[in-house]
């Protein structure tokens, strides 16, 4: 016997354990992440419907839509490795384009109307064609998936990435009138009126959640 098989052994465990370690600081990086934007987009989402004169059932349909538009990318945490770097790889691209459409598929099985899921499935369409998961345009693309758009990227701007620090209110609405093209401009003109009301800036604040890695460790109970 020269242990070697036995080292082995152990190398295999110890590489398991690491990989498990990593997929679980992962996967709560993710949650966490999740947890913050949803509370973000649902806020910001329901602010503007209300503003653009919609129905109270619609403005809670989309609230909750833009609380778990995001929930198939919790799936994705296990491909999307090696995220603090600028540009995704092509793969993880893909792999990143799949997410409307998970979370679609995901909360399907349960009892969700129909206006939550195609708002969900849809809000990664663009205006001008561009977006995914179907390249649909401009008034095919379902009225509240147009509203959750503008408050999503505004939200994604605000927050901190990886790999950047978090834009201000005025840069990130800069950005946004560079792209435009992507989002429905009679929503995006309402939504550029709210951004500096105090109402708008308290709820921004108030949408900030601050939870550390052991308040999801207690939740996922590992
Ligand atoms: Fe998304
Ligand atoms: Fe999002």
Redesign the pocket.
């Known amino acids: 016997m020269t242990g070697i098989p036995e080292n082995t052994e152990q190398e295999q465990m110890q590489n398991a354990a690491a990989h498990q370690e990593e997929l679980i600081a992962n996967m709560i990086h993710d949650l966490k992440d999740g947890l913050s934007h949803g509370i973000l987009v649902a806020n910001l989402t329901g602010l503007l419907a209300v503003r653009l004169g919609l129905e109270e059932r619609d403005v809670y349909s989309l609230k909750l839509a833009g609380f778990l538009?995001?929930v198939g990318?919790l799936k994705l945490s296990q491909y999307l490795y090696g995220r603090n770097t600028e540009a995704l790889s092509i793969e993880q691209v893909k792999y990143m384009r799949m997410?409307?459409k998970i979370s679609h598929d995901y909360l399907r099985q349960f009892d969700f109307e129909d206006d939550v899921l195609e708002t969900v499935l849809r809000?990664?369409e663009c205006y001008d064609g561009s977006g995914y998961p179907d390249n649909l345009s401009g008034n095919d693309i379902p009225y509240g998936a147009r509203i959750l758009k503008v408050a999503?990227e505004f939200a994604a701007l605000i927050s901190e990435r990886p790999y950047r620090r978090a834009f201000d209110i005025d840069t990130a609405v800069d950005i946004m009138i560079e792209q435009i093209k992507n989002m429905d401009m009679r929503v995006f003109l309402e939504f550029q009126r709210m951004i500096h009301e105090p109402e708008t800036l308290k709820l921004i604040e108030e949408s900030k959640i601050q939870l550390d890695e052991s308040d999801i460790r207690a939740i996922l109970g590992i």
């Open positions: 538009h995001d990318k997410h409307a809000h990664h999503d």
